[in-house]
């Protein structure tokens, strides 16, 4: 098993949008909507963003949203803030009781 | 409030086994599957394992297969996650993280250990 593939590294303006992409296959993001985004700031632990493709936990800012696209899962945030600056990470269900992370993008707020 | 606490940092020689508990509180514990997850230094998150607390079924990522161990003590409310073998390759924090699906899984880890430093070293 591969981890999911993300960029290394995504940038954007105070106020502006960016799309993270995690792309899987057709045995992983392709056949489950299981689909769950992590932000994570180093030394603390990752905080559940999104679960199921597009659901936001309680709690979550609604300038976060996910979405799908065949094998291809994306976290978007709009209205950036310079508190988003951190480690985003995929995890999607592989079948079998198994899951699989990307590899991980670090967002950084110009 | 929903807590995992886990053991404290561990240092080990190559070839030793570790041991990292993980004790939950503020829900039912055997409603709500058990992840473990770590981070090697400069390195991404990596899924290890899940343990059902409810009968103690387990599944393990293939990388891991033939060196962790989660178990899990009802008495306790604690998960445990044994990895042996151990090598400057397994240095990282461990997590342990709830399903947030009650009675299920697959919705994501909505709450987290504090992270376990395991290091390696001769």
């Known amino acids: 098993q591969s981890a999911l593939t993300q960029p290394a590294s995504v940038s954007g303006s105070p106020g502006q949008s960016i799309t993270i992409s995690c792309t899987g296959t057709?045995?992983?993001?392709?056949?489950?909507?299981?689909v769950s985004w992590y932000q994570h700031h180093p030394g603390n632990a990752p905080r559940l963003m999104i679960y199921e493709g597009t659901k936001r936990p309680s709690g979550v800012s609604n300038r976060f949203s996910g979405s799908r696209s065949g094998n291809t899962a994306s976290l978007t945030i709009s209205g950036l803030q310079a508190e988003d600056e951190a480690d985003y990470y995929c995890?999607?269900?592989?079948?079998?009781?198994?899951?699989?992370f990307g590899g991980g993008t670090k967002l950084t707020v110009l | 409030q929903v807590q995992l606490v886990q053991s404290g940092a561990e240092v080990k020689k190559p070839g030793a086994s570790v041991k990292v508990s993980c004790k939950a509180s503020g829900y039912t514990f055997t409603s709500s599957h058990i992840h473990w997850v770590r981070q090697a230094p400069g390195q991404g998150l990596e899924w290890m394992g899940i343990i059902n607390p409810s009968g103690g079924s387990t599944r393990y990522a293939q990388k891991f297969q033939d060196r962790v161990t989660v178990t899990r003590d009802t008495s306790t409310s604690t998960v445990y996650m044994d990895l042996s073998s151990l090598t400057s390759e397994d240095t990282a924090v461990y997590y342990c993280a709830r399903d947030s699906r009650v009675y299920s899984y697959g919705y994501g880890c909505d709450y987290w250990g504090q992270g376990t430093l395991v290091t390696v070293s001769s």
């Open positions: 057709s045995s992983d993001v392709g056949t489950y909507n299981l």
């Open positions: 995890c999607s269900y592989a079948g079998n009781i198994t899951w699989m």
